[in-house]
T-cell receptor, first 117, second 115 residues
Framework: AQTVTQSQPEMSVQEAETVTLSCTYD???????LFWYKQPPSRQMILVIR??????QNATENRFSVNFQKAAKSFSLKISDSQLGDAAMYFC??????????????FGKGTLLTVNP | DVKVTQSSRYLVKRTGEKVFLECVQD?????MFWYRQDPGLGLRLIYF???????EKGDIPEGYSVSREKKERFSLILESASTNQTSMYLC??????????????FGPGTRLTVL
């Protein structure tokens, strides 16, 4: 079974600085997706960024980018120019394309990000 | 925008009660999911459904059942609530197509307390 590990339960960053959240995963599949979701306090979880495993280029979405290392099974999220609104719980998630239950997501335990003014 | 709504934000029930948590999505998604979220454990999948009247167990189905009579609605049922089912419950939906990249859209959550 696939597993997703977020080794940092909590992180903090100063406003305007850069922070990197770590995620590793374990799978024997070659075709899969990886996601970072954000859950602000008392608000709905939303997708931040996704990465297809077959793409070598790292995904970027404005201030958010990933460092995808397929051989190392690592998928870190970098937040540049951190803003107070970035404070949230961040979840890394995995989904494979092997067929069958290929729409299920496996989540890590989350990293709570605090942004200090 | 996709909208996923859940019937209650906060719910307090007593041990042994039958509890219904309702979830509705408005984007004609085939897939719907129920997760529970607990501190330090992340999100764990309880049940999911890929079509009307179709369901599959997730990782922690014990003590729960589900119902999907209409495509837009997915209900989670606690047949006899217990204190260890106190948790945040999240509903999500997604398209079935593998070409969709299967982003899941989440509801606001229901914080259930069982006394």
């Amino acid at each position: 079974a696939q597993t997703v590990t977020q080794s940092q339960p909590e992180m903090s960053v100063q406003e305007a600085e850069t922070v990197t959240l770590s995620c590793t995963y374990d799978t024997s599949e070659s075709d899969y997706y990886l996601f970072w979701y954000k859950q602000p306090p008392s608000r709905q979880m939303i997708l931040v960024i996704r990465q297809e495993a077959y793409k070598q280029q790292n995904a970027t979405e404005n201030r958010f980018s990933v460092n995808f290392q397929k051989a190392a099974k690592s998928f870190s999220l970098k937040i540049s120019d951190s803003q107070l609104g970035d404070a949230a719980m961040y979840f890394c998630a995995y989904r494979d394309n092997s067929g069958g239950s290929n729409y299920k997501l496996t989540f890590g335990k989350g990293t709570l990000l605090t942004v200090n003014p | 925008d996709v909208k996923v709504t859940q019937s209650s934000r906060y719910l307090v029930k007593r041990t042994g009660e039958k509890v219904f948590l309702e979830c509705v999505q408005d984007m004609d998604h085939e897939n719907m999911f129920w997760y529970r979220q607990d501190p330090g454990l992340g999100l764990r999948l309880i049940y999911f459904s890929y079509d009307v009247k179709m369901k599959e167990k997730g990782d922690i189905p014990e003590g729960y059942s589900v119902s999907r009579e209409k495509k837009e609605r997915f209900s989670l049922i606690l047949e006899s609530a217990s204190t260890n089912q106190t948790s945040m419950y999240l509903c999500a939906s997604s398209l079935f197509s593998p070409l969709s990249r299967n982003e899941q859209f989440f509801g606001p959550g229901t914080r259930l307390t069982v006394l």
